[in-house]
């Protein structure tokens, strides 16, 4: 896919052609729901004694989707084995045969990209275009890791001879077994990255999906095995995130952990992975933020609108990136917001397989649930709570977790809505006299991942990019405020709470994340 073509959230709305096809997905993945599906740990179907789990469609808790097992720490420690064992052989193939496979992969899943949308609509609730989006990013992101090994020849770089005599290579090498934790927000496109990275750099992986979206795991791992990954070198082990968790941090041929998900999860990995290893190792990890928009007197409150709108409502604010926050300037705080409301009515809510739905359920009951008591918490607080999209049909609500977004005002800046992450579709909105005040503010949280301006004013552009302190900065993004990096284009990486290596997902350094150097010497009498 070029990258003029890619299928992002945008360029889909004005593509006609993509709805007869997507519908067509959406029946067929249909047929393949309610199956039964074990673990795949090296070249074994393996069933848990411990039972299995259903995955239940957020659109309607009636749907099941299939059952997938109750994997325990045994699983995960045989799985360990597994990629241990096929880590000589996987490792020690030729780079660009590693390449070739996962180029494969991707071309897979570009002629499945709508079987795979339909799919990710069904287990995660994302409308039909957020869905072909993220697909559209998997597949870029794994074609642009290649392009960038490939432009780095495999991480084999010559260097200047130390002493007469010597011929002298830094080599970046993998370190073996990896496993990889996955959320339920991205779960194609953040597990493809996340895995692609390891296994194209020579690592193996124990791949664990959240039990939130299981089926978009399986369905990612079997189009490693179908492009040529050997069974072993990438083991699908389903399951409590607990049980996994103790097992992983323990073992000793665990020799690093991607990770993608809530900050005390991830936190609770990398205090216990450092303290039970017997030397560090690497701890790759995104964990969600609080990102702020500004608005400034200078800002085009047309864009302005439209760009928060898209990044606090889209996917239910259910995104690391959304938008959660926001400081408009006094001069046009008024106006923003009223403006803001009137596009709030526009936000049709509802069942996502349907066209014209923009926003479909959150991901759980436990979802709506914190979203509710944040809108309490608002009102007791002196706030004022504003729902906005158009009201939703109670017989949805009775089958699945649909709410009606919400604009808070009224609350002071150190409000902890200001400062907790909720991952859902509540946006509280503060007023600020001056830039400096209110990039203050914007960083005055533990979280660093994304964080945008609006204004046309070139000098208050510069001023927030210098001080902001935050990994992925947008100004006057349209599309989404805060949301919507691209593979090849933002790498996306947070600072502070928000990341855990300063090397973004989708940039050209995030495969170093997965190698450590070798200094190779030789020399010649």
């Known amino acids: ?3 003029e073509g890619k299928m992002t959230y945008v360029s889909l709305t004005a593509d006609e052609s993509i709805h007869v096809m997507y519908e067509e997905a959406l029946r067929k993945v249909e047929g393949e729901f309610g199956r039964h599906h074990p673990m795949f740990i090296g070249e074994s179907q393996v069933y848990s004694h411990e039972g299995e789990f259903e995955d239940r469609s957020p659109i309607d808790k009636t749907i099941i989707l299939g059952y997938f097992q109750r994997g325990n720490q045994q699983h995960a420690r045989a799985a360990v084995a597994e990629s241990k064992k096929a880590f000589p052989e996987w490792s020690a193939r030729e780079w660009r045969e590693r ?12 002629r ?6 339909a799919l990710i609509t069904y287990e995660v609730g994302k409308n039909r275009y957020e869905a072909l989006a993220e697909v559209g990013e998997a597949i870029d992101m794994l074609r642009y890791y290649c392009d960038i090994y490939e432009r780095n020849g495999g991480y084999v770089t010559p260097m200047g001879p130390g002493a007469p005599g010597e011929r002298c290579w830094s080599v970046m090498r993998p370190y073996g077994v990896w496993a990889v934790i996955s959320p339920f927000n991205f779960p194609f496109a953040l597990a493809a990255g996340m895995t692609a990275a390891a296994l194209l750099t020579g690592n193996t992986v124990v791949f664990k999906p959240t039990s939130e979206a299981p089926l978009s795991g399986l369905r990612l791992y079997q189009l490693y095995i179908e492009a040529g990954v050997p069974p072993g070198a990438i083991n699908f082990v389903t399951g409590p995130g607990g049980a996994f968790g103790e097992a992983i941090v323990a073992h000793p041929d665990v020799d690093g952990i991607a990770f993608t998900g809530s900050r005390d999860v991830g936190m609770w990995l990398y205090r216990n992975f450092a303290a039970k290893q017997p030397y560090p190792k690497p701890f790759i990890a995104e964990m969600g933020s609080k990102n702020p928009t500004i608005v400034t007197a200078k800002a085009d409150l047309e864009k302005a609108v439209e760009g928060v709108t898209r990044a606090a409502f889209g996917y239910g604010g259910q995104k690391c990136s959304a938008t959660s926050r926001v400081y408009v300037h006094t001069a046009v705080a008024d106006e923003f917001v009223r403006r803001l409301r009137q596009r709030m009515e526009e936000i049709t809510i509802g069942d996502p397989r349907k066209r014209e739905v923009f926003l479909g359920p959150l991901i759980n009951e ?5 979203f509710r008591e944040a809108c309490e918490t608002a009102s007791r607080s002196g706030g004022e709570v504003i729902p906005g999209g158009r009201i939703v049909d109670e017989r949805l609500v009775s089958r699945g977790p649909y709410v009606r977004p919400a604009l808070i005002t009224g609350l002071p800046k150190d409000h902890p809505l200001f400062k907790e992450e909720l991952f859902v579709p509540l946006l509280p909105v503060a007023t600020f006299t001056d830039l400096k005040e209110a990039v203050q503010e914007a960083n005055n949280t533990e979280y660093g991942l994304t964080a945008g301006i609006f204004s046309e004013d070139p000098a208050e552009i510069e001023y927030f990019f210098r001080h902001i302190q935050f990994g992925v900065c947008y100004a006057n993004r349209r599309g989404g405020a805060t949301t919507g990096a691209w593979p090849g284009a933002q790498a996306f990486g947070g600072w502070k709470a928000s990341g855990a290596t300063g090397k973004g997902v989708g940039g050209p350094h995030y495969l170093l994340s997965y190698l450590r150097e070798q200094a190779q010497t030789v020399v010649e009498e």
């Open 366 to 370: 436990a979802a709506a649930a914190r």
């Open 112 to 117: 499945a990209r709508f079987e795979l949308a």
């Open 1 to 3: 896919m070029s990258h």
């Open 99 to 110: 390449v070739r496979i996962v180029r494969a992969v991707a071309d897979r899943a570009e």
